[in-house]
């Protein structure tokens, strides 16, 4: 069944006015593309709400640790980079909410130490160490059909979550003693959050890579923030930016004039639109 629905996709994609569509990788990298793209665009509002882009380097780095891990129990990196993922995520939340530390500061000291633990496992298996590259860097082109369906699930209820809470996640981000007083458990709707949140870094990590993943989250959000005039047009113009910017990045780095890091072409895609939204705001600035 999944495959005949990423056949039915492909054959879509391979109609597309592009030569580099014609290829079977290019067609599972753009599928890639608009899964990733608007999960990580949706995630990134409240990225930028509870003002925790820190928290996608820490989780980003963790990939090295997971896939150390892996190796060293003989398991798929692919099982233990998103559960080593979930556990620094809650771990951080849970200090957060049981200490008087700032976000920051809590994220700062997971991101210290897994980055430290995943340097140190790394640098005793000398193949672990040639294999980060593709961590460090990304790259869209390598996803495999168990990758495209993980991602499916995790689209559906990431947005499952949001539909359902995103009113509420934006009250905790505005004020969280208020949101209490509301009734809103803010604890549990941050601790699901955080969870997907993590989920969604160590995907973005295959599309951008660890250096670029917080990009993917930030950018689209940041543009998206300039350009709305409410919290509800702010999530679907985010979405819009995050989907346009990773096809023309995508399609943009097979060029043969290009032959660019599809990662990298993504997220320079991001940051000219997240330029012409201020120069968008500017110009109204200057005719109000």
């Not at 007083?181 to 699901?192: D, E, G, L």
């Not at 509800?232 to 290009?258: D, E, H, K, N, R």
């Not at 599809?262 to 000219?272: D, E, R, Y």
Request: hydrophobic content about 60%; some cysteine.
């Amino acid at each position: 069944m999944l495959e005949t629905i990423l056949d039915f996709f492909c054959s879509l994609a391979g109609a597309l006015p592009f030569e580099c569509m014609k290829l079977r990788f290019m067609q599972e990298a753009l599928l890639g593309v608009l899964l990733t793209a608007p999960l990580a665009a949706a995630a990134g509002i409240q990225v930028v709400n509870f003002r925790m882009s820190f928290f996608s380097d820490a989780i980003g780095h963790s990939a090295f640790a997971g896939v150390a891990l892996g190796l060293i129990f003989g398991l798929s990196p692919d099982l233990t980079m998103p559960l080593l993922a979930l556990v620094i995520g809650i771990g951080i939340m849970a200090m957060k909410q049981r200490s008087a530390l700032s976000s920051d500061t809590v994220i700062g000291v997971f991101f210290s130490a897994v980055v430290a633990f995943g340097l140190a496992l790394v640098s005793r298996n000398p193949n672990v160490a040639r294999d980060m590259q593709m961590f460090l860097y990304g790259d869209i082109l390598t996803i495999t059909g168990r990758d495209l369906f993980a991602l499916f699930i995790l689209f559906c209820v990431f947005f499952a979550f949001q539909i359902f809470a995103y009113n509420r996640l934006n009250a905790i981000g505005i004020h969280e003693q208020l949101a209490r007083t509301h009734r809103i458990p803010t604890a549990f709707y941050q601790y699901v959050y955080v969870a997907l949140l993590a989920l969604v870094v160590i995907f973005s990590v295959k599309s951008a890579g660890v250096l670029l993943v917080t990009a993917l989250l930030i950018v689209p959000a940041a543009a998206a923030r300039n350009l709305s005039k409410s919290s509800g047009m702010m999530f679907w113009i985010s979405i819009i930016i995050g989907v346009c910017s990773g096809v023309a990045g995508l399609l943009i780095s097979a060029q043969p004039w290009a032959e660019t890091a599809s990662g990298a072409t993504i997220v320079l895609c991001a940051c000219a639109i997240f330029c012409a939204s201020l120069l968008s705001g500017a110009l109204k600035g200057k005719k109000s």
